[in-house]
Nanobody
Framework: QVQLVQSGGGLVQPGGSLRLSCAASGSGFSINLMGWYRQAPGKQRELTASITSGGTTIYADSVKGRFTISRDNAKNTVYLQMNSLKPEDTAVYYC??????????WGQGTQVTVSS
């Protein structure tokens, strides 16, 4: 049973920083694509950032220059460093991975709230 276990998140003031982590367990195979999506109240879930095992990254325009995605391939773990946070970054953040022989797999979600 493959699981994505998230940690991090919480409440932060505008301009602050947070770091999210997501570790994949139970997969005997390397995972190529991992990333983060977010869903704000009343909105659809959207891609925030993704990264391949080779280090190729994609960012949503709204987070470019502020968020950095990275990963530890040996641990099948992905991170999201979020700097210069804005109130509009408030959302539930979900870890995502395309797991070999399983397909799309999601973490449990973690709330990020940016508010003064």
């Amino acid at each position: 049973q493959v699981q994505l276990v998230q940690s991090g998140g919480g409440l932060v003031q505008p301009g602050g920083s947070l770091r999210l982590s997501c570790a994949a367990s139970g997969s005997g195979f390397s995972i190529n694509l991992m990333g983060w999506y977010r869903q704000a109240p009343g909105k659809q879930r959207e891609l925030t950032a993704s990264i391949t095992s080779g280090g190729t990254t994609i960012y949503a325009d709204s987070v470019k220059g502020r968020f950095t995605i990275s990963r530890d391939n040996a641990k099948n773990t992905v991170y999201l460093q979020m700097n210069s946070l804005k109130p509009e970054d408030t959302a539930v953040y979900y870890c995502h991975a395309v797991v070999p022989f399983r397909g799309n797999t999601w973490g449990q979600g973690t709330q990020v709230t940016v508010s003064s």
